[in-house]
């Protein structure tokens, strides 16, 4: 997020996009219905009608794949009635008479067409949007699961910077994160062509600075992201995997696929906490402990670090991730001396500038830090690009619309999308062990428009068969009217019909993120 | 000693052949309930609540008082086992006051801990409760009848220092009681408010008064202190809240560690922030005193002052 | 500012400050039941009465504004009658049950009976016999603890927003209850627990199956793992178990948690956790020393890294751990594995 939680209280209009906020962050959607009954604007797009929408100033149920085009279509109009941030404009951003031209053909009837909603609710999404002196937008998955995902994040960028709503309070540009720590494991070096703190690793500068500091020969070639590695690993290049903490074998796209690269393997660890459906495919399973058993600190959505805290000791003889990964380094021959995870912060500060001033003891007297928090005598920051936008000016980069990669037709004429429920936390590998959650949420289900569950007499609760291109799986079905009638919806915490049997692995090209959100299928009810 | 091998709840332990049950029990981590068991007191199995079943054996036998045997089988939460827990807790809550709201002793209520184990509840009841005596007399100790099981323990600890043994029991069956000297109150007896009975005390029949009113104990911050009065160095516990030191209670009297009152006052004054005003007995009357009286420091003092105003001169 | 006089002594507070803020910012404790900051004052329970010199009668001080030259009495004779006759009412139709009561030790009520000396209700009559609602999987509702202060109302419409819960009849039936009174389960109710969390008295309770004292456990400061947003929250540890979650009134997600946070603890104790490292033997896995499982990792990774170079290395770190070990993760993978393959499920 660019911005923090608490400022939604405080804004004027919340654009949200491909975020069914009060399932999956509960806490800003309450915030959101807080600063809704204080008057604030709400506008809500997203395939199915959630909670949110309910509360919506404009609600639009467009279809999966089509959010380029909705703010394409926004951008239009608020350029035609002249509600962009001229000044903003003019003082902050570079490449504007491009992105006027490009959306200039998204006519709100052009884009109620590709959208699938309602040309007037287009322009009054717009108006709002445009009118308010701060908005805000949040987007999850829906925006970036996509093989235009990078597209759609610039596309939302561009709203924002059009109206002047960056470097401001309560505005912004805010991706709720997911998961507990995504944007500290994306923060600490998690990705493959990144050292902490975004420093790339083909800089030789940056590479230079983490040899120094490393005392190792450090590689300049990006490496592989999670989908490459299992094609290297089915291709026979990739040998050896090292899994901590996760569980591609239900979260990963096309997962026929992910088994055959898991299988193909010399060797694979899974250091988790539980026993998952990916550790059965592993030559050793490492015992790791859980969150309450170890020291640490998570980088929340709003780039907060706080303290994680040992409150009891680790179950039988599971040991702390750290822990594991020291004592593997010095078996290896590397010299890693930390006697507490403090010590590996002292270390990430003095390498990553925007955790430059992070310590604990600083983290014990408040309530976390804001990054970047480059100094010991900084505060942390409450939002981002305050002083002007870091890259010097923002650059809007305009995006045309692009179908899916794969779109319904005749063989497969549903699009599935897929998701995250209240009760359940990503592959259900802690929420399926909590009684009361799975008695809340206990099968995998198939949200069918009631509609078309008619036309194929599909009853509540029917078992019905799903197929795409790649798998096929069979659950019951959840008749509901939230939900347009050639879209499906499948939420992918369970193993058991897993939706990413049927998920397709096509990724973004810049971002490589696959497109989760988008697969087509074959519906039948099974008799 | 010989060691023996005996299997508790499904788990074997070896320990001396003089171990009682309940001993062996704990070293597992086993808890078997007992309310007038205490590891420093002799054992008289007058509770019960501490029965256990025994292979081999028709009734169920007390731990308490049942030395282990090689090859012992013993299972202590079987479904008779919890029955008679019940019925005697339940017995018990039938004549106790439900007072558990205000009571000083909840937190630390065995007879609460025990009730909450085995869902045992106050039930409205006609029969008789026990009397509402209660001795007021003394400065230091609240003893109330009516919240009194019997358990003996305070007898047992006092009658361990030869020259007190004040406390005894009176009385038979319902009307048994707790007494001080042949039924004399804290003022009018002999006793010296060592604070053995209260400590040792699993209800809230003997409670440390100057604690009353100051803080539940499960919101006191508690720090224990050594004495330092004499070379017993007996061991108190300073409790405190929001910062605020507030009172001073004795610890288990051990082996070779007596508890008397001078300590409990001397640590008192080295430690509380405001301490309450000391009480002396005077004859058979409690007398508020100066601090300097109380633990006996007047000549001390007088001392220190004499030479100190020499050294002036 | 203005000037008030509390107790006899004079104090500066800001001019629209109540009674009850402008006592609690100098430190001056008035007791409240239905008095929560984050919540439009309510003024119910009556706890807070305090004394304004010149008024006829004691005002609740959780809304009444201080005004400039305002003498103000917390705790003469007169007030602390006033709240024992409040703690009176409320514990003659109280159950008396603090023997076993999971509320005892952290009970509201119980605070003050303690503080204000009252042993027990002095008002004979009628007590409550109402239906306990035990639908909801995560908590229960007995109505005959409730004190009607409204705190789980107001948080479920104030800040929750969903609403879920009411008031329903009238007097001395009163109850909170869920519309047409079709039980929780079957209401809108999310189970976010925010109302169990502010429940003064043991009215509403969390359901465990680990039987605890409130007074046997600690609380232990941490970040929820969950999603993303980081809420800060207390576990509740008795031994080496977590029996509770409690959330952070004094983090950003302001006493706030969801159903996942409040009470989806119950993975970390759960008898599935790996307790041993495993190595598949003949395709079956079985039980390893650490020394073992180290010793073949660390041959397999030598057999490798010679046999086709560290490129033909792949590692997934982790979005569910700390900081602390994703930079560890990388670390290792870069500077002693020597690939940059290293990726997590940001993207998933």
């Known amino acids: 997020m660019t911005n923090s939680i608490e400022e939604i209280l405080n804004t004027d209009a919340m654009f949200v996009i491909g975020s069914n906020t009060t399932e999956n962050h509960p806490i800003i959607g309450a915030t959101m219905k807080r600063a809704k009954k204080k008057g604030a604007k709400l506008i809500v797009a997203d395939p199915r009608r959630i909670e949110l929408a309910e509360y919506a100033d404009v609600y639009l149920q467009l279809k999966p794949g089509t959010n380029i085009a909705l703010l394409n279509g926004m951008m239009h109009v608020i350029i035609e009635k002249g509600l962009q941030d001229k000044e903003f404009i003019e003082k902050n951003t570079e490449n504007y008479e491009e992105l006027a031209k490009l959306v200039k053909e998204y006519t709100p009837e052009r884009v109620a ?11 009054k999404a717009a108006t709002i949007y445009g009118e308010a002196k701060k908005a805000g937008i949040y987007y999850t998955m ?13 596309s939302v960028s561009n709203l924002a910077l059009l109206c002047g709503n960056v470097g401001k309070e309560s505005a912004g540009v805010n991706p709720l994160r997911g998961q507990n720590n995504v944007q500290g494991a994306c923060d600490m070096g998690g990705l493959p062509a990144d050292y902490p703190g975004y420093q790339k690793v083909f800089n030789e500068e940056a590479a230079e600075k983490f040899e120094k500091a490393w005392n190792a020969k450090l590689s300049r070639k990006p490496g592989l992201t999670v989908s490459e590695m299992l094609n290297e690993a089915e291709n026979g290049n990739i040998r050896f995997m090292y899994i901590m903490g996760e ?55 709003e780039r907060r670090v706080q303290r994680v805290r040992k409150a009891i000791e680790p179950a039988g003889e599971a040991k702390a991730d750290w822990k594991i990964l020291v004592d593997l380094m010095n078996l290896l021959g590397y010299k890693a001396r930390y006697s507490d995870p403090s010590k590996i912060m002292d270390e990430i500060a003095s390498l990553t500038p925007s955790y430059g001033g992070i310590d604990y003891k600083r983290l014990e007297d408040r309530m976390g830090i804001q990054w970047p928090c480059p100094s010991k005598d900084h505060p942390g920051t409450k939002y981002l690009h305050k002083n002007g936008i870091t890259r010097g000016k923002g650059l809007f980069m305009p995006a045309e619309q692009v179908d899916s990669a794969e779109m319904p ?21 802690m929420t399926g062990r909590v009684e009361g959650l799975n008695k809340k949420a206990s099968n995998n289900y198939v949200e069918i428009n009631e509609v078309t569950a008619k036309k194929l007499g599909i009853k509540d609760g029917d078992i019905v068969r799903l197929t795409s291109r790649r798998g096929v799986v069979e659950v019951a079905a959840r008749i509901t009217d939230i939900i347009g009638e050639e879209v499906l919806f499948m939420p992918f915490h369970f193993a058991e019909g897993a939706a990413n049997y049927l998920t397709n692995t096509a990724l973004d090209p810049i971002a490589k993120i696959p497109e989760l959100k988008v697969a087509a299928v074959k519906l039948e009810k099974i008799s | 000693m010989k060691n023996v091998t005996l299997t508790i709840d499904g788990q074997k332990v070896t320990v001396p052949e003089n171990y009682s049950i309940i001993q062996a029990a704990k070293e597992l981590g086993i808890d078997i309930p007992a309310l007038c068991y205490d590891p420093n007191l002799e054992v008289v199995g007058a509770c019960r609540l501490c029965l256990v079943e025994i292979e081999g054996s028709r009734k169920l036998e007390t731990s308490c008082s049942t030395k282990v045997r090689e090859g012992m089988v013993v299972n202590t939460e079987t479904e008779k086992v919890v029955k008679a827990r019940k019925d005697i807790l339940q017995l018990l809550l039938d004549s106790h006051p439900n007072d558990c709201l205000t009571c000083q002793k909840a937190g630390e209520c065995l007879l609460q801990a025990y009730a909450y184990r085995y869902d045992v509840k106050f039930r409205e009841h006609d029969g008789a409760m026990r009397p509402k005596l209660i001795d007021t007399s003394s400065p230091y100790i609240l003893k109330d009848d009516s919240k009194c099981i019997l358990c003996g323990k305070c007898v047992r600890t006092c009658s361990q220092v030869d020259d007190r043994q004040v406390l005894s029991f009176a009385g038979r069956g319902y009307d048994t009681r707790i007494v001080l000297d042949l039924d004399k109150t804290f003022e009018t007896s002999k006793c010296v408010s060592c604070n053995r009975c209260v400590v040792v005390c699993p209800v809230g029949a003997l409670v440390d008064k100057r604690l009353m009113g100051k803080t539940r104990i499960w919101d006191a911050e508690v720090k224990t202190v050594d004495c330092k009065v004499c070379a017993y160095g007996c061991e ?18 051990s082996n070779g560690r007596p508890l008397c009152l001078k300590g409990r006052l001397t640590t008192e004054l ?3 922030d405001n301490p309450d005003k000391p009480y002396r007995k005077i004859g058979n009357k409690f007398v508020e005193s100066s601090w300097t009286k109380a633990i006996s420091i007047a000549d001390i003092i007088e001392k220190i002052n004499k030479l100190e105003n020499n050294e002036e001169k | 500012m203005v000037q008030v006089t509390i107790n006899g002594i004079k104090y500066e507070v800001e001019k629209d400050k109540t009674i009850l803020q402008a ?38 001080s959780c809304t009444t504004k201080v005004r400039d030259g305002m003498v103000v009495y917390t705790n003469n004779p007169k007030v602390i009658n006033a709240r024992r006759d409040v703690l009176d009412l409320l514990l003659s139709n109280h159950p008396m049950e603090c023997l076993t009561c999971e509320k005892s030790g952290n009970c509201k009520l119980q605070d003050y009976a303690y503080e204000y000396g009252l042993v027990d209700g002095t008002y004979e009559g009628e007590k409550r016999n109402k239906e306990i609602d035990d639908s909801n999987h995560f908590y229960y509702y007995d109505p005959n603890k409730c004190i009607l202060c409204g705190l789980c109302v107001r948080v479920c419409d104030e800040l929750q927003c969903t609403n879920a819960i009411g008031f329903e009849d009238r007097g001395f039936n009163t109850i909170v209850a869920t519309p047409f009174n079709q039980g929780l389960e079957k209401s809108k109710c999310v189970s976010c627990g925010n109302c169990v969390s502010v429940c003064p008295v043991g009215a509403l309770q969390p359901k465990t199956k680990v039987k605890f004292r ?10 929820c793992s969950y999603c993303g947003v980081g809420c800060q929250m207390d576990l509740l540890v008795k031994g080496n178990q977590v029996v509770g979650v409690e959330p952070a009134f004094d983090g950003f997600n302001n006493g706030l948690l969801c159903v996942k946070g409040k009470f989806g603890y119950k993975f970390i104790n759960h008898p599935d956790r790996l307790k041993k490292p495993l190595i598949k033997k003949d395709g079956e896995f079985v039980e390893a020393t650490w020394e073992e499982a180290y010793r073949l990792i660390v041959s397999k990774i030598k057999e490798t890294k010679e046999n086709y170079g560290a490129e033909a290395f792949g590692g997934l770190t982790s979005a569910r751990c700390t900081n602390e070990e994703n930079y560890l993760f990388q670390k290792l993978f870069r500077a002693v594995i020597g690939t940059n393959n290293v990726d997590h499920c940001a993207r998933l």
Not at chain 1, 414 to 428: E, F, M, P, Q, V
Not at chain 3, 214 to 223: G, H, I, L, S
């Open chain 1, 142 to 154: 829906g925006v970036t699961q996509h093989t235009t995902g990078t597209n759609g994040v610039m």
């Open chain 2, 270 to 272: 080295m430690h509380l």
């Open chain 1, 247 to 301: 569980n591609p074998m239900v979260s990963d796209p096309d997962i026929n696929h992910v088994r055959k690269a898991l299988n193909n393997l010399d060797f694979l660890v899974v250091q988790d906490i539980f026993f998952t459906e990916t550790c059965e495919l592993a030559d050793v399973v490492l015992p790791a402990a859980s969150f309450a058993e170890k020291d640490g600190t998570f980088t929340n959505t």
């Open chain 3, 23 to 60: 006592c609690r910012e100098v430190g001056i404790e008035i007791p409240t039941l239905c008095h929560d900051e984050r919540l439009a004052p309510y003024g119910a329970c009556r706890m807070c009465l305090v004394e304004v010199e010149g008024g006829k009668n004691l005002v609740t």
């Open chain 1, 409 to 429: 037709d005749k063989k497969y004429p549903y699009a599935l999308t897929t998701g995250r429920i209240l009760y359940h936390y990503h592959t259900r590998t």
């Open chain 1, 113 to 123: 067409e590709i959208c699938g909603v309602n040309a007037e609710d287009i322009v």
């Open chain 3, 214 to 223: 409130y007074w046997e456990t600690k609380k232990v400061r941490t970040t």
């Open chain 2, 236 to 253: 108190f516990e300073v409790l405190s809240k929001k910062g605020k030191k507030l009172a001073v209670r004795a610890k288990a009297p």
